[in-house]
């Protein structure tokens, strides 16, 4: 962290002086690493047509929290993080052995965590308010411990995209032709389940349960509203995201606002402008 504060210093902003406010400091390394990963899965929830299963994970994710919160742990994230690996795995499982369409499937488990999430959290009489901070998020709050972790998970998917995904693409548009050719559809599609459910639930306690969706929707809507290939569909999409959290974080610094609600209306902003200027035919 020492190399990177180093750079930040010499930015001109009075945040960015030497030796103060290395919460602030914290809180855009931590958007630098969170936004590609947004925008990199962003093109394979809209690819996969899946745009509500990331906002089922984080209610899974929530009613996790919850758990964890009952059973005692110091660090309710690992509770909330197996719990929403446990929901993405029997979501692929029921989707593919029932014959409902998939958002269908997603309604009976989003409403399900909900459902169990306040049921949990309110057992014995107990106060939700605990909770309500996980609707809204702070990334201002973010430890330089976090930061590395979620720069391990950039790292992850990034693997995965170089060693799968020609395969995560053939199963997205055809999973029949994936399967005819070798593809094994279901763990294809269980580990980019896990890898949404781990960044969901990770990601959930800065960025706000409220918006989360968003981010794994826009910026990949975006971009497809103004990309004429794959290269630069996943390149618009990341781009996007990244410039929409950085200005995201600065403009809920200078206001005083949700820094979540403020990335995703600059992304909401950037499908705007990238939709009146795609080309129509």
Known sequence: MTLWYALVDLL???????????????????????????????????????????????????????????????????????????????????????????????????STAVALGIFISTLGGRSFTKFNSLLIGDILSVEPAAVGLLALILVLVLALWAVSFNQLMLSAVHPALADSRGVRVFWQEAVFSVAIAVVVTVSMTWVGLLVINSLLVLPAAAARNVSRNMAQYHLCSVLGAVAAGVAGLMTSYYIGASAGAAITLFLAGWFLVTFLLRKKG
């Open 12 to 110: 001109p902003f009075e945040w960015a002086q030497p030796g103060s406010m290395y919460f602030m400091k914290n809180a855009l390394l931590a958007v630098l690493v969170i936004s590609p990963l947004f925008g990199l899965l962003s093109t394979m929830v809209v690819h996969s047509r899946m745009s509500f299963f990331s906002d089922a994970l984080g209610h899974s994710a929530f009613t996790g929290m919850a758990i964890g919160a009952l059973c005692g742990f110091g660090e309710p994230t690992w509770a909330a993080v197996a719990f929403a690996v446990v929901f993405a795995l029997l979501f692929n499982l029921v989707r593919r052995r029932s014959h409902l369409a998939s958002d269908t499937v997603i309604g009976v488990f989003s």
